[in-house]
């Protein structure tokens, strides 16, 4: 009867091997599964009561800090467009009165040449009777001159051709206007023919 004990210790030997072979490697044991869950429920509490709440706030501050930095940099963008467009309106109002002086220094400009060409215009026509003055006198002063030499010649010449003195001044006077008045007489004619022609 031995052999039953021994027979019944191996079977149950068995019977435990294959207990042990249905004993799953990948899961752990209930104990385990147990003593596991309280830890890290006292985990999660501590995280949640503790360490939550300090990433909670340092999330709010960089929040709030992305957030200013937005409204910083849209005010700074609204005030570069303000600043945009008081630029271009300060430049729009210098091209005008640029354009403004360019117009008045072309209308100065003009009325400056209007006058000197009007002073020009004077000073030329003043230069020009004083001339025709001068070459009026000149021209009176020669014919007197020349009417003096012609009317000196025109008597010696004719005293020498009568073969008497002319001495007398009354005498010798009509003879000079007389000679005179031919000459021109003859000119006059001359000029008035190679005008027809």
């Known amino acids: 009867m031995i052999t039953a004990p021994l027979v019944a210790a191996a079977h149950s030997a068995v019977v435990a091997a294959e207990e042990v072979e249905e004993v799953n490697p990948l899961l752990p044991h209930t104990y385990d599964l147990i003593w596991s869950s309280v830890i890290v429920a006292i985990i999660a509490v501590v995280f949640i009561k503790y ?9 709010d ?3 709030e800090k992305i957030e200013g930095g937005l409204k910083h940099a849209e005010t700074a963008q609204a005030e570069a467009a303000e600043l945009r467009a008081e630029y271009e309106q300060q430049l729009a109002d210098a091209r005008t009165e640029a354009a403004r002086i360019k117009e008045a220094a072309r209308a100065e400009g003009g009325a400056i040449v209007t006058e000197l060409k009007a002073k020009a215009a004077a000073e030329a026509a003043r230069t020009l009777e004083t001339a025709q003055r001068q070459i009026e006198a000149e021209r009176q002063q020669a014919a007197v001159s020349l009417r003096n030499d012609v009317g000196a010649l025109a008597t010696e010449l004719a005293s020498k051709i009568v073969g008497e ?8 006077s009509r003879v ?3 000679f005179l008045s031919e000459l021109e007489a003859s ?3 001359t000029t008035s023919a190679g005008k027809e022609n």
């Open 187 to 189: 000119t006059t004619a």
């Open 51 to 59: 360490v939550l709440p300090k990433f909670q706030v340092v999330l």
């Open 176 to 178: 000079v206007d007389r």
């Open 61 to 63: 501050e960089r929040a």
């Open 165 to 172: 003195s002319l001495e007398d001044t009354a005498r010798q």
